[in-house]
């Protein structure tokens, strides 16, 4: 029988995956609302309509930001950001998942290359306070 303390852990982390997931995937598409924004050509546009556009590309550019912050977030108790997924997989039992992976020891190796990924991210002077 599988321990319910890790299975509760199990469940809490997977209760972070739906929100960071939809984070993500809205950060990935104002990223492409972006692009083509900023790849139209504005020569035959007229102003007002030249505003506009810069305005609209400036309030999709910091829901963006926003999207991307929300997903790097540090860690906190009550947060579905990266590094809260990550420490919440590093303190529980991973055996309770092992059953989904395609070899046995693929969940320790993906959370470990996942811990150098964010150590190193966090590392970087774009994401100092």
Known sequence: MRDP?????ANAIMDRLDPIDMTIANAIGFRALLENLHGRNLSGVTE???RAIHM?????LRAAIGAIMAAV???G???ASIGQIIHMFDSM?????ADR??????GRAELQRAKDDWDALLATNDFRD
């Open 5 to 9: 303390a890790a299975i509760q852990a």
């Open 48 to 50: 007002p309509h030249v």
């Open 56 to 60: 609209v590309r400036a309030g999709v």
């Open 73 to 75: 977030d540090r860690r």
């Open 77 to 79: 108790t009550d947060r």
């Open 93 to 97: 039992d991973l055996s309770v998942l």
């Open 101 to 106: 992976w395609p070899t046995a020891d693929f």
